[in-house]
């Protein structure tokens, strides 16, 4: 086994604690929502994995081309003996693309909300770098969490951002991560993250309304969680996948839409739902580079370079403290 290098899963608190005290407060309120962070159980992470994969969903695709086309400039951009930090890892697909191009990194420490996908992510990683040491953290980001101590402290860090998860978060919540992030970084320090731009408004209604229905199923399976973890009792048939570019907003919303009027208990709420209504589960911000350079500019992050595809649809920044 070459596993030696894995330090232990560092847990901070449960990531799931919150759950039923979101959903409640979600669903008590006047425009329904849940966070879209509780997409990821399991299943979920899985699902979304299938989301990567698919023809319509570009973004996945479109950043692994430039990190593998900028993988060069963007690993000496970063420099030397860091260590890489990254938030929402998932199953560290891009990574890989950054690590063989890395120069002696000391230390990878990916972060995520779920934590069976996270040890088989580092089980995974471990094989295929060997001298690599690994410190997987399953936490959730929006919260405070500690990074485990090592014996690579001293090191430069950089974070890694990847997906346009960032773009889950309204404007002032982003650019409170960003600020979180660099309070945890020394001056000089660096960010890379992936965020994806404004563009033809098909081709990002497209991408959340694939035809083989995994981005509804992934939707849906925030119901199936809420049964099996909170005891609901949500007819899954009876809620449908919606998703649409809120232009004014800048964003992809996406909602999960009540087909009739029905009620739905969870522990000992009852919860009344018009035909139509809806619960939003999901913000996808589309950003200008500039529109970002400015928010990270805002927290104490200075925009170095940005590379782009050839179309304009994605977009990697890196950033120093
Ligand atoms: C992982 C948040 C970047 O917003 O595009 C994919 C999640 N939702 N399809 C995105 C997602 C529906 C994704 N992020």
Known sequence: MSTSLIENLAFCASPAAGFLDDVLKGL?????????????????????????????YYPTRVESEIMHRYGDEIACRIGSNVRLVEYGSGSSIKTRILLDRLVDPCLYVPVDISNQ????????????????????????????????????????????????????FVQTEAIQLL?????????????????????????????????AGVTAAFNKNLLDRMNSELGANFDTLQFGHHAFFNDAAGRIEMHLVSQREQSVSIADHSFQFERNETICTEYSHKYSISEFEQMSAQVGWQCKETWCDERDYFAVMYLER
Do not use: M, W
Request: some cysteine.
């Open 28 to 56: 008590s309120s006047a425009s329904r929502s849940i966070p879209s962070k509780y997409f990821y159980d399991d299943i979920g992470s899985t699902l979304f994995d299938a989301i990567c994969e698919l023809d319509e």
């Open 117 to 168: 996908h996270l040890t088989r992510t580092a089980d995974a990683l471990a094989k295929d770098y060997p001298t690599l040491s690994i410190a997987p953290v399953a936490a959730d980001f929006t919260r405070p969490f500690e990074l485990p101590k090592s014996e690579f402290d001293l090191c430069r860090s950089c974070v890694y951002f990847p997906g346009s998860t960032i773009g889950n």
């Open 179 to 211: 600020a979180d992030i660099a309070y945890r970084c020394e001056q000089g320090d660096g960010l890379l993250i992936g965020f994806d731009l404004r563009k033809d408004i098909d081709v990002l209604e497209s991408a959340y309304n694939d035809r």
